[in-house]
């Protein structure tokens, strides 16, 4: 069973850092692009950071300089530092690959991971 599994949401003080992880597995074939997404209370998700395979990470304006997203084969990460009460979502986990299973391509979500940044 296809699955991601997210990792390293918490609370924090402003100016502090979190890492967070999400491991992809279950009949996951060519991945294109790895990344994470963002929603607040109250507001619509929002991209924050993507790792396309073979290609260079691009970052939201609002994190630009503060976070880095990396991956490791089907494991990505994201590194914010620098965190705002701004940046206090749910985040998730995006992946953009093959099922075995049906050979074709879905996009794939995370549970999601709660980080709160306090002022």
């Known amino acids: 069973q296809v699955q991601l599994v997210e990792s390293g949401g918490g609370l924090v003080q402003a100016g502090g850092s979190l890492r967070l992880s999400c491991a992809a597995s279950?009949?996951?074939?060519?991945?294109?692009?790895m990344g994470w997404y963002r929603q607040a209370p109250g507001k619509q998700r929002e991209w924050v950071a993507i790792?396309?395979?073979?290609?260079t990470a691009n970052y939201a304006d609002s994190v630009k300089g503060r976070f880095t997203i990396s991956r490791d084969n089907a494991k990505v990460y994201l590194q914010m530092n620098s965190l705002k009460p701004d940046d206090t979502a749910v985040y998730y986990c995006?992946?953009?690959?093959?099922?075995?299973?049906?050979?074709?391509?879905?996009?794939?979500w995370g549970q999601g991971t709660l980080v709160t940044v306090s002022s």
């Open positions: 995006n992946v953009f690959a093959v099922v075995l299973a049906t050979s074709r391509y879905l996009e794939l």
């Open positions: 279950g009949g996951i074939g060519r991945i294109e692009s």
């Open positions: 790792i396309p395979t073979g290609g």
